[in-house]
């Protein structure tokens, strides 16, 4: 049977299965369970929608309303959500199923890869909220959503690549879990997100280009507000970027694997 990565079709089942486990199983207990992966992202927006239009009044140069610094605000917050849930919740993957990696044999590299995909729900969620404000706000989608899907594939690739590195290393430095929103932290105000790129010193422009987080975000404002295809060399670079991470985590992640079971 041909595989993808090492992948097989039944591998690809295992991923559905832990992605619908995982997903139910992190709001069990709640009343209204999984509902809570869109209310929270819901809530979230909402909030910010609120406080920049309302309290901060926040204007992009030019615009005659709030909602603008709002659609292009959270145009690069949503793509931020998957970020920030796919690294905090794929860390403790290995950690949190150790009864399932010690009793069940089955290809272990599927538990982060499916919780990249439960952190892809509070995206999904955002990405629907942001394109309700741009239609309320007479902003209609264009021939250039198609580019999208790629986009989406590349992101993927990319939060799973670094959820294999980040499991794997947690299972050996458990305290890793605790870094984590330091780093998310660091992300959210070292990228453009509730600020202009041009708002930064030249050389820390250059070296933002290096940042393939800016060009997902950056990818997501051309598609949804200009659009216009994302640049090329950016999205280039974002690809290859998210396939080595995806190699290398890969990679890492089997070559530890073996060890999981003594050390958990």
């Not at 009343?31 to 809530?43: F, K």
């Not at 990405?127 to 989406?152: A, K, M």
Request: glycine share 6%.
């Amino acid at each position: 049977m041909t595989s993808f990565f090492g992948f097989k079709r039944e591998d690809l089942i295992m991923i559905i299965n832990l992605f619908k486990i995982n997903l139910r199983d992190r709001y069990l207990g709640s009343g209204l369970g999984p509902l809570w992966a869109i209310i929270n992202p819901l809530l979230t927006l909402v909030i910010y929608s609120f406080l920049f239009t309302f309290v901060f009044k926040a204007r992009i140069p030019g615009a005659s309303s709030g909602m603008a610094y709002v659609i292009w605000f959270l145009s690069g917050f949503v793509p931020l959500l998957s970020i920030s849930e796919s690294m905090s919740f794929t860390t403790v993957s290995v950690v949190r199923s150790a009864s399932l990696v010690k009793n069940i044999v089955f290809k272990v590299e599927c538990i982060p890869i499916a919780d990249t995909f439960v952190a892809m729900v509070p995206f999904t969620v955002g990405l629907l909220f942001v394109n309700g404000l741009l239609f309320i706000n007479g902003i209609y989608p264009s021939w250039h959503f198609i580019v999208l899907v790629p986009l989406i594939i590349v992101q993927v690739i990319l939060l799973a690549g670094i959820g294999l590195i980040l499991s794997a290393t947690a299972v050996f430095i458990r305290d890793l879990s605790q870094i984590i929103p330091t780093i998310v932290l660091l992300i959210t105000f070292g990228t453009p997100i509730f600020y202009s790129i041009d708002a930064l010193p030249d050389i820390a422009r250059r070296l933002e280009y290096f940042n393939p987080f800016y060009h997902v975000i950056q990818s997501y404002r051309n598609i949804l507000i200009s659009h216009t295809l994302p640049e090329l060399s950016g999205f280039i670079y974002l690809t290859c970027v998210s396939l080595l991470c995806f190699i290398v985590g890969l990679k890492y992640y089997r070559a530890l694997k073996g060890f999981f079971t003594i050390v958990m």
